[in-house]
Nanobody, 123 residues
Framework: QVHLVESGGGLVQAGGSLRLSCAAS????????MGWFRQAPGKQRELVVA???????NYADSVKGRFTISRDYAKNTVNLRMNSLKPEDTAVYYC?????????????????WGQGTQVTVSS
């Protein structure tokens, strides 16, 4: 079992920056992949970015060049630096984790989820 605890988020003006952090406790093989999803009101949960234990990343096109994922493998944490934020980035952001072996990044393929943290970008 893996427990994910997120921190960060909040309210920021367009063009600003925020940093999200997520700490994982539990079996390390269950966190081969860690990442961030987001869900805006009335929309489906979508992948923002994910990173595996080897450093391979998968970014959503909408955040490339603005968001950066990083991991501290010793502490089993994952961070998301969000720059140049836009109002359309407003959503609840979720940390997620899973083991390796999947060929899809759909939300259903992720085993563990954090409680979510609100990010609101004002125009």
């Amino acid at each position: 079992q893996v427990h994910l605890v997120e921190s960060g988020g909040g309210l920021v003006q367009a063009g600003g920056s925020l940093r999200l952090s997520c700490a994982a406790s539990g079996r390390s093989t269950s966190t081969d992949w860690m990442g961030w999803f987001r869900q805006a009101p009335g929309k489906q949960r979508e992948l923002v970015v994910a990173m595996d234990s080897g450093g391979i990343t998968n970014y959503a096109d909408s955040v490339k060049g603005r968001f950066t994922i990083s991991r501290d493998y010793a502490k089993n944490t994952v961070n998301l630096r969000m720059n140049s934020l836009k109002p359309e980035d407003t959503a609840v952001y979720y940390c997620a984790a899973r083991s390796t072996g999947y060929t899809t990044f759909s939300p259903s393929s992720w085993s563990y989820w954090g409680q979510g943290t609100q990010v609101t970008v004002s125009s």
